[in-house]
Nanobody, 115 residues
Framework: QVQLVESGGGLMQAGGSLRLSCVASGSISSIGAMGWYRQAPGKQRELVAIIFSSGNTNSADSVKGRFTISRDKAKNMVYLQMNSLKPEDTAVYYC?????????WGQGTQVTVSS
């Protein structure tokens, strides 16, 4: 079993920055991909960014050039640096981990961007 805890969400004005963190704990031998998803009210959950064990990354077109995903393998942590925030970035952000062919989710952290 893997537990994920996110932190770093909050309220920010448009144009500002936030950094989300997620730590994975539990029965972890090796973690595959780690990623961030978000879900806005009335919308489906969508991929924001993902980082693979190789270090390769992928991100949604809507955040390219503004958001950066990174990870610290030794600490089982993944980060999302969010710059130039826009009101449309407002959502609950979820950390996700692929481990032993199973996907695990954190409880989510709210990010609200005011105009």
């Amino acid at each position: 079993q893997v537990q994920l805890v996110e932190s770093g969400g909050g309220l920010m004005q448009a144009g500002g920055s936030l950094r989300l963190s997620c730590v994975a704990s539990g029965s972890i031998s090796s973690i595959g991909a780690m990623g961030w998803y978000r879900q806005a009210p009335g919308k489906q959950r969508e991929l924001v960014a993902i980082i693979f064990s190789s270090g390769n990354t992928n991100s949604a077109d809507s955040v390219k050039g503004r958001f950066t995903i990174s990870r610290d393998k030794a600490k089982n942590m993944v980060y999302l640096q969010m710059n130039s925030l826009k009101p449309e970035d407002t959502a609950v952000y979820y950390c996700s981990v692929l481990h032993a062919a199973s996907v695990y989710w954190g409880q989510g952290t709210q990010v609200t961007v005011s105009s």
